[in-house]
């Protein structure tokens, strides 16, 4: 009975990677499968990303431009104004 089981793991196990060069190896097939992933997810939904892009990017300007507000009022040089 136990032989007819076709569950499980079948395949071969990974080869551990040694050492700094298996690390560096393997973090950038990490990085590269991650952007691959994004690049797929864009392709998909090009409305979605574009308007996440525009989004962050309008609320980066308003919190800089509120910073720079900020921090000009405290400045000691009063020949700006």
Known sequence: MTNDLNAG?????????DGVR?????????AKNEARAVVAGVADHP??????V????ALAFGMG????R???GN???RYWR
Do not use: C, D, N
């Open 22 to 30: 298996g690390a560096a190896r393997s973090a950038t097939e990490i």
């Open 65 to 68: 431009y509120l910073l720079g």
């Open 9 to 17: 793991f079948t395949g071969t196990p990974a080869e551990k990677k």
């Open 70 to 72: 900020s921090s000009s």
């Open 47 to 52: 409305h979605t990303a574009s308007s996440l």
């Open 54 to 57: 525009l989004g962050i990017g």
């Open 75 to 77: 400045s000691s040089y």
